[in-house]
């Protein structure tokens, strides 16, 4: 009975002390992608930084699908109940625009390079807008089969070009990407697209351009459609995010090449929600998780290119397979020969009007 | 007169008089019975009258403009907007002091974004007066603004923000319908039949949605009869059979079709083998209009099938019999007299899959391809990509009138009360 007794006893102190504990504990919310992408984050932001500050505690919410509509719904209700989002540029600059994301002082709010590089510096051009702090360089970008075509493929066309190389292409449902790479193989120099594509006239050829292919294309909607489809020998060719394709050569070692002529650059980063309850932590958090090391170290688990220069000398082996990360990297030499970075600035002024037309192309 | 009926009214054992104690007694019961439906009314209002008249506001709101710049669209309003003139300086004034206010509260670029919903290029305009305004500091306003950005100079530019200062707009309306609003010169026209995409939609939506209710009505009315005639204890491992697929994931099963319908797919691969096609001529079966009805006719078949199977185990057998046993063919006995007595359930069912498959927009999304996609696929799109939930909400108005209005016409034809659910 003494033994009973002195045992509840000691289960009720643990109970207690257990609950004041998570009362200290705080919980950040982090809202990232999902799937592969947050696993990187997790292993390399999350995981050391909980380790380091035993008080936080990282909730990983995978909707940044939807995570500018839902910030908006969240900001209007008054409830904002996200502490960090995991966003791509072009969202980034419109949460900006519409004031829903605290404007970010880079250099006092985010670490110098090892050298002492200010952190503006070290991420140079890609702050595309004041509220963003970039993480990732992915590129859309396309994979082929190898034991479907008669020849490797090499250039962008070559998605044009039906006769050399026939059978199904899988493009992304929108006119991103696809209208500047139809205008390219339509001839128009390269640091010329925008200026055709913002007329009226250029918009009809890039969609004359994309006609001629339109009764082989399969759309796609989300990221995880191409690799599937070329899977399945449903297509033969198809566009989405290079890590995919990375985890389909190197982890499932299925027949795809890659397609890195005119990969379009895009990034991803962060933004903080304005109304975050825990502002304090979640700078802290980011102070580290956004430093030269951590961005290194998640490119050991996905092929996405950090977004600091100071990160390329530090990023290594991929953590599981062993193999070297550096030529799966879209900013890897060899690989970003052509490229264009998505001109976020053209396309937030022309999304809504393009959409329209495009998806008017699309019912034709 | 009155004294007379003060006279003969009944009164109860305290005095007062039977009517109004009655009445006293009655209300209390109402009250009662109100309390205890309130929190049925109150759930009912917040989760769904709120959210619709939300909807019907976000519609037409167009306050933006207003708030943010409540000078420049007063002063605007002494501007002839086909005058073929600038705007006055006061205007340009205006415009200066309240984007500079704006830009401290970071709003400019909300009014940049509204903007940019009725032409392309404001989103950046504003972006860039926010951080051109700060140099502004003399008058001349018109030069320095028009000198920071041309676009300022151009009558558009100021014609498109008059028409769109007032509290509220028919703009989203008019982009619902594939109608656009010439702000050179206020007309309304619609758009060319290649720019054309909602009016379009909505029509594909609902014949789909017909098909679809077509299709579940004949594969599910010979299943709903065999289930109701079958003994009980077959009907209820068969109705298990009906409801397992209704427990499992929307998302699973659409992908399951697509591992069966696609080119390379199980179907294409088991007709190879039987030699019924080519190697060359395999079908396409997913990723256009017929994948979206396949998927969907067997996503929503329980729907079809439940309330057919409830109402049919209620027509008593001896019905179809009396009447062969008067003579009547088989087939007459059932067209006339036991087809009759499952309107209720065909009504049911029918209105059930169609309002169902109108809203549609995930399964459309992943087996659709371009053939196959739903007006629910743009309303989604404009909330959660585009962000313009104006137009979002305009387009989900007009598919709300679009069900209500089909539901009129149910009522009308077959008659609302003729419908059993169950």
């Known amino acids: 009975m003494k033994n009973f007794m002195r045992n509840m006893m000691a289960t009720a102190v643990m109970a207690t002390l257990g609950f004041v504990g998570q009362a200290i504990a705080k919980d950040l919310v982090v809202v990232s992608w999902g799937g592969a992408y947050t696993a990187s984050q997790q292993n390399a932001y999350h995981a050391p930084y909980m380790k380091n500050n035993p008080g936080i505690k990282i909730i990983n919410d995978d909707s940044a699908g939807t995570a500018v509509a839902k910030l908006r719904a969240m900001n209007e209700a008054g409830n904002v109940t996200w502490d960090l989002v995991d966003v791509v540029a072009a969202d980034a600059m419109r949460l900006c625009d519409e004031g829903l994301a605290e404007v970010i002082n880079h250099d006092k709010d985010l670490a110098a390079a090892p050298d002492g590089t200010s952190a503006s510096k070290d991420f140079g051009g890609l702050i595309v807008s004041e509220c963003f702090i970039p993480q990732i360089v992915y590129s859309t970008t396309f994979g082929y089969r190898t034991d479907k075509v008669s020849r490797p493929m090499s250039s962008i066309c070559d998605i044009f070009d039906t006769k050399s190389f026939p059978g199904k292409r899988s493009l992304q449902k929108s006119p991103l990407g696809n209208m500047e790479w139809a205008l390219i193989c339509d001839g128009v120099a390269p640091d010329k697209i925008f200026d055709v594509l913002g007329t009226s006239k250029g918009a009809d050829r890039a969609l004359a351009k994309l006609t001629t292919i339109k009764s082989d294309v399969v759309w796609w909607t989300a990221g995880a459609q191409t690799p599937q489809l070329l899977a399945d020998g449903e297509v033969v060719v198809g566009s989405t995010y290079n890590g995919r394709l990375f985890k389909m050569i190197a982890v499932d070692k299925q027949p795809v090449a890659m397609l890195w002529d005119w990969q379009i650059f895009d990034l991803d980063g962060w933004i903080v929600p304005k109304g975050t309850k825990n502002k304090a932590e979640v700078m802290k958090y980011l102070r580290f998780a956004t430093d030269t090391q951590r ?68 019912l034709k | 007169m009155e004294k007379i009926q003060e006279k003969i009214s009944l009164v109860t054992a305290d005095g007062t008089p039977l009517k109004i104690s009655l009445a006293r007694a009655q209300r209390r019961g109402k009250m009662v019975a109100f309390m205890m439906v309130f929190p049925l009314l109150f759930f009912v209002a917040i989760a769904f009258i709120v959210p619709i008249a939300d909807m019907l506001l976000f519609s037409i709101d167009n306050s933006i403009v207003k708030n943010i710049l409540p000078k420049t669209t007063e002063a605007l309003k002494d501007w002839s907007e086909y005058s ?31 903007l940019n919903y009725e032409s392309s290029g404001f989103s950046s305009l504003f972006r860039k007066a926010g951080r051109k305004v700060k140099k502004i500091k003399n008058p001349p306003f018109k030069e320095a603004l028009i000198e920071s950005d041309k676009l300022w100079g151009e009558i558009y530019t100021w014609q498109v923000i008059k028409q769109n200062s007032s509290d509220y707009t028919d703009g989203y309306y008019l982009a619902a319908l594939d109608f656009k609003r010439k702000f050179e010169s206020g007309k309304i026209e619609s758009l060319p039949e290649k720019d054309s995409i909602y009016l379009k939609l909505f029509f594909r939506t609902i014949v789909i949605s017909f098909v679809i209710v077509f299709l579940t009505l004949v594969i599910g009315f010979p299943l709903s009869y065999m289930l109701s005639t079958v003994s009980t204890r077959t009907s209820n491992i068969l109705i298990i059979f009906v409801l397992l697929p209704f427990w499992t994931s929307l998302l699973v099963r659409t992908t399951s079709w697509i591992a069966l319908l696609q080119q390379e797919g199980v179907i294409n691969d088991f007709l190879i083998f039987i030699g019924f096609i080519t190697e060359d001529g395999r079908l396409a079966m997913i990723h256009n209009a017929t994948g979206t009805v396949i998927a969907m006719t067997h996503i929503l078949l329980p729907f079809m099938i439940l309330p057919l199977f409830s109402v049919m185990k209620t027509i008593p057998k001896s019905y179809v019999r009396a009447a062969i046993s008067l003579g009547a063919h088989p087939w007459k006995a059932f067209w006339k007299i036991y087809f009759p007595n499952t309107a209720p359930g065909i009504g049911a069912g029918s209105i059930l899959v169609f309002i169902l498959a109108i809203g549609y927009y995930i399964t459309p999304a992943l087996v659709g391809g371009v053939s196959g996609t739903f007006i629910s696929n743009r309303i989604a799109y404009h909330i959660s990509n585009s962000l313009n939930w104006g137009l979002g909400s305009a387009i989900g108005v007009i598919l709300l009138g679009i069900v209500l209005l089909f539901f009129v016409f149910y009522d009308r034809i077959v008659g609302i009360n003729n419908m059993k659910l169950g």
């Not at chain 1, 970003?336 to 699309?362: H, I, P, Q, V």
């Not at chain 2, 073929?84 to 909300?110: C, N, R, Y």
């Open chain 1, 295 to 362: 961005l290194a170290d998640q490119s050991k688990w996905i092929s996405y290119g950090p977004a600091r220069a100071s990160s390329a000398p530090f990023v290594g082996k991929h953590a599981t397979l062993g193999i070297d990360m550096a030529p799966h990297m879209p900013t890897d030499p060899n690989n970003s020969k052509t490229t264009l970075l998505t001109n976020y600035e053209f396309w937030a002024d022309n999304k809504d009007d393009l959409d329209a037309k495009f998806n008017a192309w699309l």
């Open chain 2, 84 to 114: 073929g003139e600038l705007p006055d300086e006061v205007v340009f004034a205006a415009m200066v002091e309240e984007i500079k206010s704006a830009k401290a509260a970071k709003q400019h670029t909300k009014v940049g974004g509204r």
